[in-house]
């Protein structure tokens, strides 16, 4: 049985795309923390695949954690509503913290994750995302390392889930 099947929609980001997207953001990072290493911030579950590849491309010392919020479950809407599920190991007082995302949708979550991490005073805090989908956003939110920007569809593979399934899925593509 062949899993690897890409859907038939109008977003398709083969796993070469997304390589050479990441190793140009990796690039960039290192350049802009030429000072203090950064601290990147995984938000689980869907920007594993992506943290993964990001601080690899990342070619200085950097130190990482994790963090886990309410996602839509099984529902590919959006509740509104954000729930911490699991907190940073460490704190980031005095940190260049980079929140890594898989996709910023309507903004609502990567709102939230500013003002909790904010509070935290880090000397600075930004934000990675892989995906963008600015025709949905409802709250203004910045992104400092921003992989693609696509249109308004449900997508999937590369850490991103459809029913918790096809995260293991090495391009990103969507159905009609
Ligand atoms: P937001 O709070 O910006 O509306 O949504 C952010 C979260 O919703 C993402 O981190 C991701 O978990 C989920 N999400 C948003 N759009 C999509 C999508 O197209 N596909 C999948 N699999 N998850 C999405």
Known sequence: M????????????S????????????EQIKHDHAEQEPHLVCVLNGAFIF??????AIDMPVTMDFLAVSSYGNAQQSSGEVELLKDLRMPIA???????EDI??????LNYL????????????????????????????????????I?????????????QFDRNLPFITSQA
């Open 114 to 149: 500013l003002r909790l991490l904010e509070a935290r005073q880090p000397t600075s805090l930004k934000v990675a995302a892989l995906l963008s989908k600015p025709s949905r956003r409802k709250v203004e939110v910045p992104i400092h390392y921003l992989g693609f920007e």
């Open 94 to 100: 005095g940190r260049q913290v980079i929140i890594v």
């Open 151 to 163: 249109e308004d569809a449900f997508v999937y593979g590369y850490g991103l889930d459809r029913g």
């Open 15 to 26: 796993e070469a795309q997304i390589a050479a997207r990441i190793r140009e953001l990796g």
């Open 51 to 56: 943290m993964a590849d990001l601080v690899r």
């Open 2 to 13: 062949n899993v690897f099947r890409p859907g038939n929609g109008k977003v398709q980001l």
């Open 104 to 109: 910023v949708d309507t903004g609502i979550t």
